[in-house]
């Protein structure tokens, strides 16, 4: 199909009626770029060579999972415990590859590359689309901003190192929660099947995030998931 096949420009000119989406886009790719610079900072000023959280950002790239193994690490647990953690913490971007997989693209190149880019908020913004080729230029176009704007954020955290001081009194974490939260809205008010999903597995996610490790509550909010398929994703 030819529209598997859209260059970068056709993808940007399915997207140009739509400034807000543009403009939401470059948000959350800010806010990825705040948070990375967090990221290689904490890594760095905890003893970590710079070019771990470098490299590890470019060939894992997931932020929660980062934090977690880097915790590890940094905790004095081995490069197993970090990496068993991360896989853990990741196991949710399988269920979100379902969903946008038809989105990707055909081709092996494609779909190589758009499993790396597969993230909360590409998913967010591809399926808060309208139409399947609108929903492919939203998956690319803000998977390639975030990977990029992300790990540029991430040198610049990891060569300031002990510069920026305690990261966390900046309240960074709450950037991209919020973030996803302005994403995920309108899909909520428009789909009660979204709703009979979302409901349910944020109850159970908040209920479990003061004792559970951090990425669990999102991966237990996936029982959701169940309710929306017995309920056949029928919108209201």
């Known amino acids: 199909m030819r529209s598997a096949q859209r260059t970068p ?13 543009l403009r939401d886009v470059s948000l959350v790719c800010l806010a990825g770029g705040i948070v990375g610079v967090s990221f290689g900072a904490i890594a760095v000023a905890g003893g970590l060579p710079v ?19 880097v915790g590890v690490l940094l905790a004095g647990g081995g490069p197993i415990a970090a990496a068993a953690t991360g896989l853990l913490l990741n196991t949710r971007t399988a269920a979100f590859s379902l969903a946008v997989a038809e ?9 190589l590359v758009g499993a790396h880019l597969v993230t909360d908020e590409t998913v967010a913004f591809a399926l808060a689309q309208r139409d399947p080729v609108r929903r492919r230029a939203a998956f690319w176009i803000s998977g390639i ?5 992300w790990n540029a ?9 002990d510069a920026l001081g305690d990261t966390a009194r900046y309240g960074l974490d709450a950037a991209f ?23 349910p597995g944020a109850a159970l996610a908040l209920a479990v995030t003061p004792v559970a490790p951090a990425g669990v509550p999102v991966l237990l909010a996936l029982v959701g998931l169940v309710r929306h398929g017995r309920g056949g994703g029928r919108s209201a």
């Open 9 to 21: 420009r056709s993808l940007f000119a399915a997207l140009a009626p739509d400034p807000e989406l």
């Open 51 to 69: 070019w771990v959280p470098v490299v590890m950002s470019l060939v894992v790239y997931a932020g929660s999972a980062q934090f977690s193994a």
């Open 103 to 111: 989105h990707i693209g055909r081709g092996r190149l494609a779909r």
């Open 145 to 149: 901003g975030l990977f990029a704007v």
């Open 153 to 161: 954020g991430v040198l610049a955290g990891a060569l300031a190192g």
């Open 177 to 199: 929660p919020a973030v996803l939260v302005a994403l995920v809205l309108p899909a909520l008010r428009r789909d009660a099947g979204v709703r009979r999903a979302a409901v």
